[in-house]
């Protein structure tokens, strides 16, 4: 064997041998997305019938209507109440469908007062909740024959986190 054929073979045996050690460098190495995966905490799984809303009186004797509610959603999956709104009243809606709102909504309630106020729902949709409200007015001499009325727009959002991670993300999404 010639000096360059050596040299060749000896090349040759140094890279096929750095390239297995690399191989088994980068298999002992967790890659950067699995670590991602593992930074990434996983939604605890809820559904429609896992929330509901009471309501309790505000305690702000300052306002008018003397007492206000608030609408708190509760849920075995939280670890505390979660203020959703402050209204003047809080009432159930059991007829959806007469106020355009989903049938399978996690709750339905309404905060309407002397001629208008906001109507709300709830659905879970790929394990969060989505909160919509709408403004609903009686018509009277001041505006349209017609009652003001908007669409349902996303007014929150809430993800719950396992049990080890109890915190409660909510995000208001007003117009």
């Known amino acids: 064997m010639n000096k360059l054929t050596k040299m060749l073979s000896l090349f040759l045996c140094l890279f096929i041998l750095g390239a297995c050690n690399q191989s088994k460098t980068n298999q002992n190495q967790p890659s950067a997305e699995s670590d991602e995966q593992k930074k990434k905490p996983q939604l605890t799984h809820i559904t429609n019938t896992d929330f509901r809303i009471q309501c309790e009186p505000a305690n702000r004797a300052d306002h008018d209507p003397p007492q206000e509610t608030n609408l708190l959603l509760i849920s075995e999956k939280l670890s505390t109440p979660v203020l959703i709104a402050t209204e003047p009243s809080c009432t159930d809606i059991t007829d959806t469908k007469a106020f355009n709102m989903p049938d399978q909504t996690a709750f339905a309630k309404s905060g309407y007062y002397a001629g208008g106020g906001y109507y709300y729902y709830g659905l879970v949709q790929n394990d969060t909740l989505k909160i919509y409200r709408q403004w609903i007015e ?29 915190s409660v993300e909510l995000h208001n999404n007003n117009r």
């Open 138 to 166: 009686e018509p009277h001499p001041d505006n349209d024959s017609n009652a003001a009325q908007t669409e349902y727009v996303l007014f929150k959002t809430l993800t719950v986190q396992p049990a080890g991670h109890t």
